[in-house]
């Protein structure tokens, strides 16, 4: 019964919003090997939809590597290779000759590319966690640097002329450092494999640029399987990176040997 509840529970917090953001997946697959009592090695794979489940986002690989400090405290570290589908607008500002001719307004979007490019991210971790009785908190601080080389498209779309512009245009690399701080509580249920979370990660970059909030449960199968689902609501503040407000329902599954 408490697993038919959570279930449900799950299932119905995404319904919430709906109308206002985007909907995407997410389903990943990880694997850690522990190498000793301190020592622990990390594989993963995720696959991201967006736009309603109907295009693919982004598909990523990455490698980690942990070490517990203390009984309480571990640091960690990690590469991530990014494969993404991005779709870059540009807007009219005020100092366009179409805006200054009333054609178009400010703010208003100029021309769309989409294409397939890479990111290299990076990051190092401080997690500190604390257990009270059946609870479980976590914090986890992460600086994160993220490089997008140069792109070259063929040619964009105008969204006044309605049709392709027919010129090349480039897309300049670029870095970027993010503070992730995730604050996590978790409730360990006693006779029961399931155990619920909930967690909310803020990103800076010298501002708060996004902010995920995060629900679910992680079910242990046996020592070596679990599988976790999971509904996020993602809210973005700066929008340069290709992301959006977007509600997710994911699914992952960890193996550990």
């Not at 100029?110 to 990051?123: D, T, V």
Request: aromatic content about 16%.
């Amino acid at each position: 019964m408490k697993g038919k509840i959570l279930l449900l529970a799950l299932a119905l917090i995404p319904a919430f919003g709906f109308a206002q953001d985007d909907f995407g997946t997410i389903l990943s697959v990880e694997a850690e090997k522990k190498i000793n009592k301190k020592f622990t090695l990390g594989l993963d794979a995720e696959m991201r939809t967006r736009d309603d489940v109907k295009e693919v986002d982004r598909w990523s690989g990455g490698v980690s590597v942990s070490y517990k400090l203390l009984s309480w405290l571990k640091v960690s570290a990690g590469y991530v290779f990014i494969y993404d589908n991005n779709e870059r607008i540009s807007y009219y500002d005020d100092d366009d000759k179409k805006v200054i001719n009333g054609v178009v307004n400010a703010g208003d979007p100029k021309k769309c590319a989409q294409y397939w490019g890479p990111r290299h991210r990076f990051n190092v971790s401080l997690t500190g966690s604390y257990k009270l009785g059946q609870f479980g908190f976590s914090l986890r601080e992460r600086w994160q640097y993220t490089y997008r080389p140069e792109h070259t498209v063929d040619q964009r779309w105008s969204y006044y002329d309605e049709d392709w512009d027919g010129d090349e245009h480039t897309y300049s690399a670029k870095g970027k450092n993010v503070l992730r701080s995730r604050f996590q509580v978790t409730y360990k249920i006693n006779d029961f494999p399931a155990t619920p979370f909930a967690n909310v990660e803020l990103f800076n970059e010298m501002k708060l640029d996004k902010v995920r909030y995060n629900v679910g449960a992680e079910w242990k199968i046996n020592k070596k399987n679990a599988v976790t689902m999971f509904y996020r609501y993602q809210k973005v503040n700066d929008k340069d990176d290709n992301e959006n407000n977007r509600h997710y329902v994911g699914l992952g599954y960890t193996l550990k040997f």
